[in-house]
């Protein structure tokens, strides 16, 4: 190996990333091979093993890690947890319960995800939920004549009001004049 039994042992400390794919690290008594960068709990140094290759690891007996990976070339769990987030929002964000609960299952904190997500897209889950709401609303208003009250309904809105108070916050004017406005431009 190219590297000494203490270096690969701090870089699986510190779960350093700059070491990924140059050296995994096993735990002899779980049977689970790592990524250095691993986030799972450190293990006793005297339960470590190193090899240069996930196969040289599986050969030895020892299962990938489902948290990090290693098995997989380019992992990126953060962005595979953003990415679904972002299509959970897409397929839910006019059922509050569905999506709340579809949330739950990620197994991740909301402030957590908050900051992941953000980093990812720009903005939080709310905002993007909020701007998806929004955009669903407009073009309700303008393509359909369906009562605003059922728009409301639909994009997850429990009363008018909230819908009122919330589509005024995001466009400046309610959902009527909004719908009048667009057909007087027609």
Not at 21 to 35: D, M, N
Request: hydrophobic share 30%; glycine share 6%; with cysteine.
């Amino acid at each position: 190996m190219q590297f000494t039994d203490d270096e690969m042992w701090k870089a699986t400390v510190d779960c350093d990333t700059s070491y990924g794919g140059k050296f995994f690290y096993a735990v002899k008594t779980v049977g689970v091979y790592c990524r250095p960068s691993c986030k799972s709990r450190t293990p006793l140094r005297k339960n470590v093993c190193y090899f240069e290759t996930p196969q040289e690891a599986e050969k030895a007996g020892f299962r990938p890690c489902k948290r990090c990976r290693p098995d997989l070339s380019d992992y990126a769990p953060v962005l595979e947890i953003v990415r679904h987030t972002k299509e959970l929002i897409d397929g839910y964000y006019h059922n509050r319960e569905g999506l709340t609960e579809k949330m739950k299952q990620l197994g991740i904190s909301s402030g957590h995800l908050t900051a992941i997500f953000k980093q990812q897209y720009g903005m939080t889950p709310i905002q993007y939920l909020r701007q998806l709401q929004t955009e669903y609303a407009k073009k309700m208003l303008v393509e359909t004549d369906m009562p605003i009250i059922d728009i409301a309904f639909d994009i997850g809105f429990d009363s008018l009001s909230a819908f009122y108070t919330f589509f005024r916050k995001h466009t400046g004017t309610t959902p009527k004049e909004y719908r009048i406005n667009k057909m007087v431009q027609k």
